[in-house]
Structure formats: structure tokens, C-alpha cells
């Protein structure tokens, strides 16, 4: 079941947080959807499980909007904060009660427990767990409905060496079986080391999107001109491949040498030229976005960022069958 984000806009005031945004992911991959903070990434994830609406554009899952789904937590899991656990049951009655809420046979919640690793402190209150903990819970929770789509915002956060092994197990599982991950994450290395895709959104716009393979294997030249405009029309003019950096030098897929050819043909003055070398994920990333100057995210009065309001809140009350999110 794929998740379609097309042409999103949305607007707080004055601000436009996400910009006629577009991006698909498909069932069998694991999406890692990144970007500095301010770009956007919370207001559209409120947005694909609606609880924030767009001004203009659709986000679908499945072809329709997660409200619109009969059983929304049994299509759609979904972690925003694993902090919004009601910190006064326990691991176990968190889920039992998810459990009797989606209306999944009896044991599911044990059965869940074993699979987050919790099994041992399923009578524990959640108050007592760990920031790891809780996010191993709220993962179950999400998982709790035998969703076909995982939508998880920074799930490695808290988590032990051991506990990302076992989150990048679960999520390369979970895709392998058909199934379409989600994730967001500032954590760029563990982002590397679980995703086959990315999407990179800056100032609310896809900036890139393709394969981790194709977004950090380098190739051909990195180049700089007096008159950068000029450089971007003739790569354009000459359909090669090409990416503008924040910092104004242009990789192209093109050989130094023919990118020398190039720009003498064009008459375009080339203040730096060389190969082009990709340092990984984090350099795309600090190159496509410049993350440094990047402000928080804009939210509305009252309303949590980036996690969700449990069912029954005034924001957002939920019918018993829709649990977006972790339970309060």
C-alpha cells in the first residue's frame, strides 16, 4: 500500500511550511525522509494522518486520506511521540488496550511485547521506562493493528546500540514482507544504515528524492562559474544530469574534461573544477539543505510537535477504532 503525497501546501499565518510538496513511497521500501528542522517534515506527517489539514493538495494513503480509511490504525501505525504514552499504566495495559480498541484477538499485546524486546517489563509502569523503552512501545503500539504501512518520526531516538540493530531488523522485515515504511530522522548514519530511499525537503519543498544509491554515489564534476545561472542553463540546455549546491558549486554527471569543453563552447568562466567526491549521506544532506541556518518547525496554538494528541482530546477526538498514534 503506497503513501502519496501530491502537491501539499500548508500555511500558518503568514508562513508557508510545506510548499506544493510531492513525493511517493512505495510497499517494499523503507523511506527515510529527511530535512533541517523548520523544513517541514512534522506538518506533513500531521497532515498524512490528519490532524492538521492541508490549504491546498492530498496526502493518501492507499488512495485515501487516513481519516477516510475504515480502519485507520489497522492500515496505517504510526509513532510521532513516544513521549505521549500515559506514563501511569503499564507496557502490557498500554497494549491490551490498543488491543480491545482495534478489536485484534486476545494476546496480541503479549505477542507484541516479545516482538519490541518489553516482554520482561510488561507490568512495569511506563512512567519507570526508560526514553529507549518508550520508544520500543510506541513501535508496538503501531504495529499492535497488522498495519501495511509504518509511519514513525525519529524511532531511534533513546535507543542503545542494540536497540537500533534491532529497529533496522525490524523495519528491513517489515518492508521485505510487502509492507511501506515512513521515517524520519535527523540521525543521518542510522538513516544510512536502514533506508533504500530517501526524500530531502528544504523550506517545505523536495529538494531530492531517489534511491540511497543514487543520492550518495557521486559522479562526474564538481564545478563552480563566475555566472552560476549561466552553468545551470547550458547543463539544462544539454540535459545532463546536475545538482545546485547551497554553497554555489554545481555537481553534474559530465567528466571534468568534457565539463571544460562545455563551458569554453558556452563562454562561461569556471572558477573551480574537479571530481566530484561524496562524504556519504551527511554531506548530501548539509549540501542539498544547509541545516545550519534552518528554524524550528511552526505550529499551531496548543497543538503538539511533533507528536500526536491521544484519542479523546479536545484537538483531536478519536472513535474507538482510530488510534493515529500512541496512546495517552
Known sequence: ??????????????????????????????????????????????????????????????????????????????????????????????????????????????????????????RKRVGGYSYGMRQRLGIGVALIGEPKVLVLDEPANGLDPEGIRWMRRLLRSFADSGGTVLLSSHQLREVQATVDRLVVINQGRVVREGTLEELTTTRGTRVGAEQPQALLAALQREEVPHVARLDGLVDAELAPADMGRLALREQIVLTSLGVAESGGLEEVFFSLTGAAEAQPDATLPGQQAPGLPGPGSPSHPAPADRIPATIA
Open 1 to 122: 500500500m503506497a503513501i502519496e503525497v501530491r502537491g501539499v501546501t500548508k500555511r500558518y499565518g503568514t508562513r508557508t511550511v510545506v510548499d506544493d510538496l510531492t513525493f511517493s513511497c512505495e510497499p517494499g521500501t523503507v523511506t527515510g525522509f529527511l530535512g533541517p528542522n523548520g523544513a517541514g517534515k512534522s506538518t506533513t506527517l500531521r497532515i498524512l494522518t490528519s490532524l492538521a489539514q492541508a490549504d491546498a493538495g492530498e496526502a493518501l494513503v492507499g488512495g485515501r486520506r487516513f481519516v477516510d480509511l475504515e480502519n485507520p490504525a489497522r492500515t496505517m501505525g504510526v509513532m510521532l511521540d513516544a513521549t505521549a504514552l500515559g506514563r501511569g499504566r503499564t507496557g502490557l495495559e498500554t497494549l491490551r488496550l490498543a488491543e480491545r480498541t482495534l478489536r485484534m484477538p486476545a494476546g496480541r499485546a503479549e505477542e507484541i511485547l516479545e516482538r519490541v524486546g518489553l516482554a520482561d517489563a510488561a
